[in-house]
Nanobody
Framework: QVQLVESGGGLVQAGGSLRLSCVPS????????MEWYRQAPGKQRELVAS???????NYADSVKGRFTISGDNAKISVYLQMNSLRPEDTAIYYC???????????WGQGTQVTVSI
């Protein structure tokens, strides 16, 4: 069964940068947008950024101008470049791809991002 493998999380000081990667373990065909979500302790999971197959991107207001989502349509991989990180960005980050085989939503295992003051 295809899984999404995430990497790139970690501990960083405020103002620093991290780059998250999400790569499928096998063959996957994206149908809709590729997305990054995050969930902070005690809060609901929220959509951070998305990218369509045509390259159109959307961002949550809280990350606009600081985060950049990119995708590789050939590899069906998605990345999230996070700059000027803030303590409030601390959360577990999940990638999501709606695709085939399925169709169904594929989720990454989550990667912890911690931003210290």
């Amino acid at each position: 069964q295809v899984q999404l493998v995430e990497s790139g999380g970690g501990l960083v000081q405020a103002g620093g940068s991290l780059r998250l990667s999400c790569v499928p373990s096998g063959t996957l065909f994206a149908i809709n947008d590729m997305e990054w979500y995050r969930q902070a302790p005690g809060k609901q999971r929220e959509l951070v950024a998305s990218i369509g197959r045509g390259g159109i991107t959307n961002y949550a207001d809280s990350v606009k101008g600081r985060f950049t989502i990119s995708g590789d349509n050939a590899k069906i991989s998605v990345y999230l470049q996070m700059n000027s990180l803030r303590p409030e960005d601390t959360a577990i980050y999940y990638c999501n791809i709606n695709g085939q085989p399925g169709p169904r939503d594929y989720w990454g295992q989550g990667t912890q991002v911690t931003v210290s003051i």
